[in-house]
Every structure is written in C-alpha cells, then in structure tokens.
C-alpha cells in the first residue's frame, strides 16, 4: 500500500520562498511519476508540477515556471517542491501524488493530505 505526507508549508510574506517534501511510503517508488497539485479556496484542484521516475524530467504549469522547481530523491523516497518569488495568489493548499503511469492525463492513484501554504501581501 502506497502512502504519501508532504511536509513543509507554511506563511511566507510575498516574494519569500518555502520548501514543501513528499514522503512516499511503499514499494518501488522510482516507478511512480510524481505531480504537485494545489487547490485555493472556491476554486478547482490544479497542476504545478511533476517530475519523472528518474527526476531527469520535469513539467510545470505556466503560472508558476520559473518560479518553482519539482524534484526528488530516489534514495530517500522523496519528493520536493521548491517555491520561489511566492505570491498571494500562490496562496493554495499543497498536495502531491504519483501514479505509475502518468499525473497530467489522468487522475493520479495515490495522493497527500496536502498542506497549507499561505502567502501574505
């Protein structure tokens, strides 16, 4: 069984910059593809990022390349999210997930509680 906590977050002043991890618990986790997904209040779920089985490969959404950088650590299981020149419309709970097969053109299988990072003017 495949589980997943993100640690990290947090409030940061815009501009700032926050660290978010992804501990994957399970089985053969260079076989999973990572995503980053967040969701802001009263909108929908929406990609950030992801990052390929052997980390040599990375997607991001426009609204935050350049600004955030998704990676992970085979030999330690983990996952990361780095978030740089944060803005308040960053403002979004945080949550990862991996899937064998793929994070964009499906649904992942496995997800994060997600946490909150919360950006300030």
């Not at 209040?41 to 997607?59: I, L, M, Q, W, Y």
């Not at 330690?76 to 020149?85: A, E, H, Q, V």
């Not at 709970?93 to 496995?110: G, H, I, L, N, Q």
């Amino acid at each position: 069984q495949v589980q997943l906590a993100e640690h990290g977050g947090g409030l940061v002043m815009a501009g700032g910059s926050l660290n978010i991890s992804c501990v994957f618990r399970g089985p053969y986790f260079k076989t999973y593809i990572l995503g980053w997904f967040r969701q802001a209040p009263g909108k929908e779920r929406e990609f950030v990022g992801a990052v390929s089985r052997g980390g040599d490969n990375t997607a991001y959404a426009d609204s935050v390349k350049g600004r955030f950088t998704v990676s992970r650590d085979n030999a330690k299981n983990t996952g990361y999210l780095r978030m740089n020149s944060l803005r308040p419309e960053d403002t979004a709970v945080y949550y990862c997930a991996a899937d064998v097969r793929s994070v964009v053109e499906k649904t992942p299988t496995y997800w994060g509680r997600g946490t909150q990072v919360t950006v300030s003017s």
